[in-house]
């Protein structure tokens, strides 16, 4: 059945007034998102491989840190609690997010492995190479009580939902998951994960999970190309595993919320799409932040769904902020399309921004 309609204002009234009243814990995998550009004009003649001439750099919080970095822009408080190597990846990675206001204290550093650094080298508009940095697997016995530590620290200062940001790097093990849901649902705290591998067991107990199409198929052994079967297969995997509801993620066809009783669609808002590196992390930022002011599912899932189609329109794991969020509202709301407004939308818009 299709979704409640939205209500723009309703979600606008909250992102200015409500959102700063809460915060919320991101716990997962922190990463290091490295940004080189140039061009590439001409063959090595060493070999043949292209030969990119440097132009800048950029460095970005990714993982569980870009999660972070989209709550922070939709103006909620935010904690952080992950894992990096004791090297200057880690200065990197800390000092980009306190410039973004981010609680970074729980991030634990280990001595024998990397802070995880993902390099992307881009020429124009198109990436051309990848190179990972990184030693996953399990850590050992006193970092992930160290983590757990820092969750109970961050849970004192007062946590209003919680964020399990799971990409198969080595701080979501499953018994982490496990007590950091226990402990929550003890607390009466929601918890919104999204998930990685074929098991979805460690997450059980969970409030929201949020897999994309891809995830689904594979946790389920169901064809992705049968939507329908898909889906049904999610909700008997929900209820197996004791999860309140999924928010299936769908790109192009936006998402769909999967509970025990209801089935909803939420269509996709219709952008150019340039990269959709991070967008997974906007929309679980976006949801956990809508559901725990208490938007409803229909206005959630709407504001997943617009803050989403701007970070594709933009290069890289960029997060979302609030000025583009009720810009985007604001032209839904009236109809425009792109840039164009009248001076009198105009004069509307810039009054959000000040606001």
Partial sequence: MPAELPDNARIAEAIRSVFNKKRLLVFGDVILDRYLWGDINRISPEAPVPVLRYRREAQRAGGAGNVALNVAGLGLGVGLVGLTGNDKGRADLIEALELSSIDAAGIVALDDRPTITKTRIITGHQHVLRVDAEEVGPIDVA?????????????????????????????????????????????????????????????????????????????????????????????GLIQEHDIDSMVLTRSADGMTLIAADVIEHSPAVAREVFDVTGAGDTVIAALAAARTVGLDWADAS????????????????????????????????HGLMDSVYSLDELAGLVGEWRR
């Avoid at 617009?306 to 009720?326: C, E, P, R």
Wanted: hydrophobic share 45%; aromatic share 4%.
């Fill in 143 to 235: 970092s992930g009580e160290k983590l757990l530590q820092n969750i109970e620290e961050q849970l004192s200062r007062g946590i209003d939902g919680i964020i399990l940001s799971d990409y198969a790097k080595g701080a979501l093990s499953r018994e982490r998951c496990g007590s950091v849901i226990a402990k929550a649902n003890e607390l009466g705290i929601p918890t919104f994960v999204d998930p990685k591998g074929a098991d979805f067991s460690r997450y059980r107990g969970a409030t929201v999970i949020t897999p994309n199409l891809a995830e689904l198929e594979l946790a389920t052994g169901v064809s992705a190309r049968d939507v329908d079967a898909l889906i049904e297969a999610g909700r």
């Fill in 302 to 333: 709407h504001l997943a769904n617009l803050a989403a189609g701007i970070v594709v329109g933009k290069g890289g794991a960029v997060a979302v902020d609030q000025a583009s969020v009720l810009q985007a509202i604001h032209a839904q709301s």
